[in-house]
């Protein structure tokens, strides 16, 4: 009795440890998401700016 008592303790903790890394992942999941999106909207002005230094350290 104790044994399985021992056992069903065990696979409640492996559960509930289980229900909270798939919880992070998917909170990782939508930060990388979102950083991400941040990066790709300012890439343009990052490479406009690039090209208007080269231009302006060609002279």
């Known amino acids: 009795m104790v ?3 021992k056992l069903d303790l065990l696979l409640k903790t492996i559960e509930e440890n289980e229900k909270k890394r798939v919880e992070a992942e998917e909170s990782t999941r ?3 998401a979102e950083l991400k ?3 790709e909207q ?3 002005k990052v ?3 690039v090209e208007e230094l080269s231009v302006f350290v060609r002279f």
């Open 30 to 32: 939508g930060d990388l």
């Open 47 to 49: 490479e406009k700016k």
């Open 3 to 5: 044994q399985e008592s």
């Open 37 to 39: 999106k941040m990066v």
């Open 42 to 44: 300012r890439l343009p």
